[in-house]
């Protein structure tokens, strides 16, 4: 139980084209969902939080008009990349928090993205 | 932006011995930690996790040790094996802000056969 699937695991897009991110909880409800960016050898670095419904809370120095994140359903949200530039190109992972619960956060396997 | 933990070492160890892994905290306030395992190009892996009334937890293999008068956080593993070469994370929940997760700077561990 608790799996959370991101699609797709990697990208290559061209420098200026838009890419969008889903992160599903594949067998639970996931109220809150947490969007982190990790560039290698570096640790997670928390870019939003999504909140079914409602619009997600950036963090500090995180362009919200750049990174659009929706959370629509309690099992699905993405995260979309608009006018992606090179050092766009990161690892992007999502976690997923059951409904109901306030502690641990379930991780998807990642989406390398790649902007040339 | 945020960080829990202030380095990002690497640490060897030989099969079979045991592994500790540190991590120093800077939220006083944090209720709940968690320790992760990042394999290459995965996402992280829960491994245990620690309330902050407690100042030990144990699982398979694995023990998690408490210090709040200092803020520091441990990961003990037993009798590692290869298989746990990867980077592990620690992560504070600060409860104050909605419940994230802020995650340490990571420690890499490699095992040699």
């Known amino acids: 139980g608790a799996v959370v699937s991101q699609h797709p695991s990697w990208v290559i897009c061209k420098s200026g084209t838009s890419v969008k991110i889903e992160c599903r909880s594949l067998?639970?409800?996931?109220?809150?969902m947490f969007w982190y960016r990790q560039f290698p050898k570096q640790s997670l670095m928390l870019m939003a939080t999504?909140?079914?419904?409602?619009?997600?809370?950036?963090e500090q120095g995180v362009e919200k008009d750049k990174f659009l994140i929706n959370h629509a359903s309690l099992t699905l949200s993405t995260l979309t990349v608009t006018s992606a530039h090179p050092e766009d190109s990161s690892f992007y992972i999502c976690?997923?928090?059951?409904?109901?619960?306030?502690?641990?956060?379930?991780f998807g396997q990642g989406t390398r993205l790649t902007v040339v | 932006g945020e960080s829990v933990g202030l380095h990002l070492p690497t640490l060897s160890v030989q099969e079979g011995d045991n592994s500790i892994i540190n991590c120093a905290y800077s939220?006083?306030?944090?209720?709940?930690f968690i320790w992760y395992k990042q394999e290459s190009g995965k996402g992280p892996q829960f491994i245990i996790d620690?309330?902050?009334?407690?100042d030990k937890r144990q699982g398979q293999r694995v023990t998690v040790l408490l210090n709040k008068t200092v803020k520091h956080l441990s990961l003990q593993i037993a009798a590692t094996q290869p298989g746990d070469s990867a980077v592990y994370f620690c992560?504070?929940?600060?409860?104050?802000?909605?419940?994230?997760?802020?995650f340490g700077a990571g420690t890499i561990l490699r095992v040699k056969s």
């Open positions: 992560a504070e929940k600060f409860m104050e802000y909605g419940n994230k997760l802020v």
């Open positions: 999504s909140n079914e419904g409602s619009k997600a809370t950036y």
């Open positions: 067998d639970f409800q996931a109220t809150t």
């Open positions: 976690s997923a928090r059951m409904a109901g619960r306030n502690t641990e956060a379930f």
């Open positions: 939220n006083s306030a944090s209720d709940y």
């Open positions: 620690i309330r902050s009334n407690m």
